[in-house]
């Protein structure tokens, strides 16, 4: 090959009653002296993300799949919610055999989701409603179908061929024997030149070379082809992975020994700095990265301003916990979630800024995970999680369907998955009979992502009102009980807690850009802690268990007043609050 890189890669393959007199006092003090807009903060700091899985938003001519249109013909819905910006996944032309993670063309939609128009639509009619987009960028790797790879396919002299990986093997096997991040070999031999070629997830979504000049230089003009229509965020898709381990076998595993393993390579560092400059530079736009993949302890070098790399960063220490490996899931406490939550804080620093999530499109429902999604304690469990989420020292992600609780659905064995990295984790594990198949199911029920990705429950009638045609997936069972239409007008219901408590948070800025203090990390039911800025400070409480506790209010602090609670029940002093099961308060300290 004519490009070369010294490598380091990292891979580490994770109302409830609203008090009516405390909104009415919280809306009235919004505009005086003590509660004022931090002049100072970037938009994206304050403003509300929602991120929607296209496929299984909303359906807008009857062919089972949701689409760009659909999102438009909602965009009333999600404003009136308080949504400020909308986080899409990947709308490109694709194959969509990673649901739109394999890009074949950087500049068109995919078919089924609407044209090029209908993005400008979307764009023009978020604008009359003062609201963002965020896009997927995907460019660690692309489709096998994109006309650069099926070039770089010809010939070993071929123009595209150093824009992927490509590497002889090893006495007639793949040049390393370890894994790739969806199951099977990183390497898929081509017939026709006899030669590997490197994928980090599915053999469908070949490598990009990001050692290649030419490489970086066609992804900067198809990210600006974006930025150019209006596109005001981006959010990078496995960013880290932009260097790879794949010279050889001794060296790999050299490489895994190493405390390097440890570390992000600077390249990918250098890069994105790049990107900064030749990209972003001179427009007011939201840039994160997606680390999964990263040590949180590097998070930083992507989010610190003075680095001109990115805005802030999606990290999954949260997302993560009660999570064995991809598929397999573990015992968890509140514990282990304070102490994740706590650690991101401290990561992001005074510097830092990080997205704030309990799920999205790659993980189980936050409510069946994090909460308790049977009928007793689903809304209320439900409640208690949004308090924690949109209470955070960070810009807040709700993920499409989180609003009305939506919970996982029911999976009676393999087939009736979509997910194809899944797929291979049963064909490497339970197929060579390494793993039981029903642990495997008991498990993939629990965190697998397709609980995520059914569609969107809008009404009690036919195909939950997503589609008047056939699903393309199958909707989940419960969406006559759990839909927008039922809750929407109940001032009791997940929807309007959500609503109230996002018009709390915009007019707090302690809630914002507040310091984080746990007040109890080593309570088991109870999590409780502070946010404050100058004088304003909060302390909110939150049951995450089904059980009564009396909680002692430390002694240097009084509560002043509720602003909002997801169960009716004031019952406190200025000694104690009794907590009944998953109940959640701010107050006002």
Same mark, same amino acid.
């Given at each position: 090959?004519?490009?070369?890189?010294?490598?380091?890669?990292?891979?580490?393959?994770?109302?409830?009653?609203?008090?009516?007199?405390?909104?009415?006092?919280?809306?009235?003090?919004?505009?005086?002296?003590?509660?004022?807009?931090?002049?100072?903060?970037?938009?994206?700091?304050?403003?509300?993300?929602?991120?929607?899985?296209?496929?299984?938003?909303?359906?807008?001519?009857?062919?089972?799949?949701?689409?760009?249109?659909?999102?438009?013909?909602?965009?009333?819905?999600?404003?009136?919610?308080?949504?400020?910006?909308?986080?899409?996944?990947?709308?490109?032309?694709?194959?969509?055999?990673?649901?739109?993670?394999?890009?074949?063309?950087?500049?068109?939609?995919?078919?089924?989701?609407?044209?090029?128009?209908?993005?400008?639509?979307?764009?023009?009619?978020?604008?009359?409603?003062?609201?963002?987009?965020?896009?997927?960028?995907?460019?660690?790797?692309?489709?096998?179908?994109?006309?650069?790879?099926?070039?770089?396919? /010809?010939?070993?002299?071929?123009?595209?061929?150093?824009?992927?990986?490509?590497?002889?093997?090893?006495?007639?096997?793949?040049?390393?024997?370890?894994?790739?991040?969806?199951?099977?070999?990183?390497?898929?031999?081509?017939?026709?030149?006899?030669?590997?070629?490197?994928?980090?997830?599915?053999?469908?979504?070949?490598?990009?070379?990001?050692?290649?000049?030419?490489?970086?230089?066609?992804?900067?003009?198809?990210?600006?082809?974006?930025?150019?229509?209006?596109?005001?965020?981006?959010?990078?898709?496995?960013?880290?992975?932009?260097?790879?381990?794949?010279?050889?076998?001794?060296?790999?595993?050299?490489?895994?020994?190493?405390?390097?393993?440890?570390?992000?390579?600077?390249?990918?560092?250098?890069?994105?700095?790049?990107?900064?400059?030749?990209?972003?530079?001179?427009?007011?736009?939201?840039?994160?990265?997606?680390?999964?993949?990263?040590?949180?302890?590097?998070?930083?070098?992507?989010?610190?301003?003075?680095?001109?790399?990115?805005?802030?960063?999606?990290?999954?220490?949260?997302?993560?916990?009660?999570?064995?490996?991809?598929?397999?899931?573990?015992?968890?406490?509140?514990?282990?979630? /304070?102490?994740?939550?706590?650690?991101?804080?401290?990561?992001?620093?005074?510097?830092?800024?990080?997205?704030?999530?309990?799920?999205?499109?790659?993980?189980?429902?936050? @409510?069946?995970?994090?909460?308790?999604?049977?009928?007793?304690?689903?809304?209320?469990?439900?409640?208690?999680?949004?308090?924690?989420?949109?209470?955070?020292?960070?810009?807040?992600?709700?993920?499409?369907?989180?609003?009305?609780?939506?919970?996982?659905?029911?999976?009676?064995?393999?087939?009736?998955?979509?997910?194809?990295?899944?797929?291979?984790?049963?064909?490497?594990?339970?197929?060579?009979?390494?793993?039981?198949?029903?642990?495997?199911?008991?498990?993939?029920?629990?965190?697998?992502?397709?609980?995520?990705?059914?569609?969107?429950?809008?009404?009690?009638?036919?195909?939950?009102?997503?589609?008047?045609?056939?699903?393309?997936?199958?909707?989940?069972?419960?969406?006559?009980?759990?839909?927008?239409?039922?809750? @929407?007008?109940?001032?009791?219901?997940?929807?309007?807690?959500?609503?109230?408590? @996002?018009?709390?948070?915009?007019?707090?800025?302690?809630?914002?850009?507040?310091?984080?203090?746990?007040?109890?990390?080593?309570?088991?039911?109870?999590?409780?802690?502070?946010?404050?800025?100058?004088?304003?400070?909060?302390?909110?409480?939150?049951?995450?268990?089904?059980?009564?506790?009396?909680?002692?209010?430390?002694?240097?602090?009084?509560?002043?007043?509720?602003?909002?609670?997801?169960?009716?029940?004031?019952?406190?002093?200025?000694?104690?609050?009794?907590?009944?099961?998953?109940?959640?308060?701010?107050?006002?300290?």
């Amino acid at each position: 090959m004519s490009f070369k890189c010294n490598l380091r890669f990292f891979l580490k393959s994770v109302f409830l009653t609203v008090s009516l007199s405390s909104i009415s006092s919280l809306s009235a003090s919004a505009s005086s002296a003590d509660i004022k807009k931090t002049v100072s903060s970037p938009w994206w700091k304050e403003a509300i993300f929602y991120e929607i899985y296209i496929r299984s938003f909303n359906d807008s001519d009857g062919d089972g799949v949701g689409d760009l249109n659909g999102i438009t013909n909602k965009l009333d819905y999600l404003k009136s919610l308080g949504v400020d910006a909308v986080l899409l996944t990947p709308h490109y032309a694709s194959p969509n055999i990673d649901s739109g993670y394999d890009v074949s063309d950087y500049r068109n939609v995919m078919k089924e989701y609407g044209s090029l128009s209908d993005f400008d639509r979307l764009i023009a009619e978020m604008k009359k409603r003062d609201m963002r987009l965020m896009i997927d960028i995907v460019v660690n790797h692309t489709s096998d179908q994109h006309p650069w790879f099926v070039e770089s396919s /010809k010939s070993k002299d071929n123009y595209y061929r150093d824009f992927y990986i490509w590497r002889e093997g090893k006495e007639e096997a793949p040049p390393t024997t370890d894994k790739s991040s969806f199951g099977g070999s990183m390497w898929e031999l081509s017939r026709k030149t006899g030669q590997y070629y490197f994928h980090t997830f599915s053999k469908h979504q070949p490598d990009l070379n990001w050692c290649n000049e030419n490489v970086k230089q066609a992804v900067y003009r198809d990210i600006k082809f974006w930025l150019d229509k209006g596109v005001a965020g981006l959010r990078f898709d496995a960013i880290a992975d932009f260097v790879k381990p794949y010279d050889t076998v001794d060296q790999f595993r050299k490489y895994k020994s190493e405390t390097v393993e440890k570390v992000v390579d600077p390249k990918v560092h250098a890069y994105v700095k790049e990107l900064n400059k030749k990209v972003f530079s001179g427009r007011d736009i939201a840039t994160a990265a997606e680390v999964w993949r990263t040590p949180s302890e590097e998070v930083s070098l992507f989010t610190d301003p003075k680095r001109k790399e990115l805005n802030f960063a999606f990290i999954f220490d949260a997302i993560f916990v009660g999570r064995k490996s991809v598929w397999e899931a573990k015992p968890w406490s509140l514990i282990d979630l /304070k102490s994740a939550i706590g650690h991101v804080d401290k990561i992001t620093g005074k510097n830092g800024w990080s997205a704030f999530f309990l799920t999205n499109h790659d993980n189980a429902r936050q @409510i069946s995970h994090f909460g308790n999604d049977t009928p007793e304690w689903r809304n209320v469990s439900a409640k208690a999680l949004a308090t924690l989420n949109l209470t955070q020292r960070a810009t807040p992600f709700i993920y499409q369907g989180d609003e009305i609780g939506m919970t996982n659905s029911s999976f009676p064995d393999i087939n009736s998955f979509d997910d194809v990295q899944l797929k291979g984790y049963w064909t490497d594990l339970v197929d060579t009979r390494k793993v039981d198949a029903e642990y495997f199911m008991k498990n993939a029920r629990m965190t697998n992502r397709d609980n995520s990705r059914t569609p969107f429950q809008w009404s009690p009638e036919h195909n939950a009102g997503f589609s008047t045609g056939t699903p393309w997936f199958k909707v989940n069972d419960n969406y006559k009980e759990i839909n927008v239409s039922s809750q @929407i007008d109940d001032p009791k219901s997940v929807y309007n807690y959500y609503k109230s408590l @996002i018009a709390i948070r915009k007019s707090s800025p302690a809630l914002i850009h507040g310091k984080y203090r746990d007040l109890d990390p080593g309570n088991v039911k109870v999590y409780a802690y502070t946010r404050s800025l100058k004088d304003e400070k909060y302390l909110v409480l939150i049951n995450m268990s089904e059980s009564n506790v009396r909680y002692l209010i430390p002694k240097n602090i009084k509560l002043k007043k509720i602003i909002i609670q997801n169960l009716d029940n004031p019952d406190f002093s200025e000694s104690h609050v009794s907590l009944k099961p998953w109940q959640a308060s701010i107050y006002k300290i």
